[in-house]
């Protein structure tokens, strides 16, 4: 079975200061990883993905992701926050055969930007 | 513009009236999921189809019912709506399988009274 644990469920940074958001994994195959972005009273929206090619991942907005398979952990990091990212963020885990596999989402972290 | 609608995009129902969400797609997409998101739970699977005609229960299915008879429509069902109902609901539908990524629709704020 897989999981998802997001360590923090509030980040606040100041704007301009570099941002990271952890995430730790659980996968019985090989998973594929997400990572989403919601901002209030929106729908989700893919930031980026890492489906077991390149471990450093590139999304839009300037995130990036780095996928450690001895960590099971798929950080989310930006050099330099801006107050258009206060939002949640939501790690996602692929996994399991064929049409069967499905996403699971981890709980969530608030990350809230300072002037 | 091209991606998933939900309506309707807020409801109060009163419990044990039923109601039926609608989730359309104009991507050609053959998956299709329901999600319902609380807070502190991320979002969790209540059902999913990976085509015309087809269902599947998901992670949370009990009290909800879904059908897809046409490829762009995902259809959900209350038939007796409880409390613990309320929630925000969530359409999403991907190409094929989950690894291409999700559209997400904009929500379906729902409240049980």
């Known amino acids: 079975a897989q999981s998802v644990t997001q360590l923090d469920s509030h980040v606040s940074v100041s704007e301009g200061t570099p941002v990271l958001l952890r995430c730790n994994y659980s996968s019985s195959y090989s998973p594929s990883l997400f990572w989403y972005v919601q901002h209030p009273n929106k729908g989700l929206q893919l930031l980026l993905k890492y489906t077991s090619a390149a471990t450093l991942v590139k999304g839009i907005n300037g995130f990036e992701a780095e996928f450690k398979k001895s960590e099971t952990s798929f950080h989310l990091t930006k050099p330099s926050a801006h107050m258009s990212d206060a939002a949640e963020y939501f790690c996602?885990?692929?996994?399991?055969?064929?049409?069967?596999?499905?996403?699971?989402f981890g709980s969530g972290t608030q990350l809230t930007v300072l002037p | 513009n091209a991606g998933v609608t939900q309506t309707p995009k807020f409801r109060v129902l009163k419990t044990g009236q039923s109601m039926t969400l609608l989730c359309a797609q104009d991507?050609?997409?053959?998956?299709m999921y329901w999600y319902r998101q609380d807070p502190g739970m991320g979002l969790r699977l209540i059902h999913y189809s990976v085509g015309e005609g087809t269902t599947a229960k998901g992670e949370v299915p009990d009290g909800y019912n879904v059908s897809r008879l046409k490829k762009q429509n995902f259809l959900l069902g209350l038939e007796s709506a409880a409390p613990s109902q309320t929630s925000v609901y969530f359409c999403a539908s991907s190409f094929t399988a989950p690894d291409y990524g999700y559209t997400f629709g904009s929500g379906t704020r729902l409240t049980v009274v």
């Open positions: 996602v885990v692929s996994d399991g055969p064929g049409s069967a596999r499905q996403l699971t």
């Open positions: 991507m050609n997409h053959e998956y």
